[in-house]
C-alpha cells in the first residue's frame, strides 16, 4: 500500500524558478528518500534523508524532513528544462526496514 | 555507482504466453531485490521482495502463482509472468539494494514495458 501523498500532482514553471514538492506520510519511518523518474524509465536515486536528520543539500536540490508533522520537501533551485520528470519520495518503513514504499509523485514540466 | 540491468525493456506478446523479465546487479551483490508495478500516471506498487536463496515475499493481493520470483544467485532475480493476460499488461522495474543497512538507496533497473495483446 502507498505510505506517501505528494503535493502538488503536477507542477508547471519557467526555466530559471524554484520548484517545491511535498511529501507526506503516515507511519514512522527509518529514512525518506526522493526518486526522479523520466517518462518510461526507471528510477534515478536523488536523496536520503534519514529519520533524525532535518535537512540536506546536494547540488541545487534541498530537501527537508519534519517527523513531528510526518512531511518532507523537495526544492530544486533554478531549474532546467532537463529537470522535466516524476519525482517521488519513498519511505523505509522501522518496522519493514527493507522496501521502499512510494507516494504518488508529482509531475514536473520546466518549459524554457 | 552501482547499476541495476534489467531486460527486456519491452515486450509484446499473445494472450495466454509466460514472460521473463529479469534483473540483474553489475557490480555488486544484492541479497535483496524488489519487484514493482507501475500503472501509466501512477505511482510504483511493491508486488514482492525477492530474497537470495529463499522464498519470495509477496505483498497482499499479488497472486504468487501469476508472479513467479526466483532468486537464485547474489546477482540475478526474475520475474515470470504465467499465462500472462491483457490485464497484465503493465510497466514492471526492479530495484535492488547493497547488502548492508535500510539506509542505503535502491538501485532501480530501466524496466519491462509488458503489453498482452
Known amino acids: 500500500s502507498q505510505q506517501g501523498e505528494e503535493d502538488p500532482q503536477a507542477l508547471s514553471i519557467q526555466e530559471g524558478e524554484n520548484a517545491t514538492m511535498n511529501c507526506s506520510y503516515k507511519t514512522s519511518i527509518n529514512n525518506l528518500q526522493w526518486y526522479r523518474q523520466n517518462s518510461g524509465r526507471g528510477l534515478v536515486h536523488l536523496i536520503l534523508i534519514r529519520s533524525n536528520e532535518r535537512e540536506k543539500h546536494s547540488g541545487r536540490l534541498r530537501v527537508t524532513l519534519d517527523t513531528s508533522k510526518k512531511s518532507s520537501s523537495l526544492l530544486i533551485t533554478a531549474s532546467r528544462a532537463a529537470d522535466t520528470a516524476s519525482y517521488f519520495c519513498a519511505t523505509v518503513l522501522n518496522q519493514a526496514g527493507t522496501a521502499l514504499i512510494f507516494g504518488k509523485g508529482t509531475t514536473l514540466s520546466v518549459s524554457s | 555507482g552501482a547499476v541495476v540491468s534489467q531486460h527486456p525493456s519491452r515486450v509484446i506478446c499473445k494472450s495466454g504466453t509466460s514472460v521473463k523479465i529479469e534483473c540483474r546487479s553489475l557490480d555488486f551483490q544484492a541479497t535483496t531485490m524488489f519487484w514493482y508495478r507501475q500503472f501509466p500516471k501512477q505511482s510504483l506498487m511493491l508486488m514482492a521482495t525477492?530474497?537470495?536463496?529463499?522464498?519470495?515475499?509477496?505483498e497482499q493481493g499479488v497472486e504468487k502463482d501469476k508472479f513467479l520470483i526466483n532468486h537464485a544467485s547474489l546477482t540475478l532475480s526474475t520475474l515470470t509472468v504465467t499465462s500472462a493476460h491483457p490485464e497484465d499488461s503493465s510497466f514492471y522495474i526492479c530495484s535492488a539494494r547493497e547488502w548492508g543497512e535500510p539506509n542505503q538507496p535502491q538501485h532501480f533497473g530501466d524496466g519491462t514495458r509488458l503489453s498482452i495483446l
Open positions: 525477492s530474497n537470495e536463496g529463499s522464498k519470495a515475499t509477496y
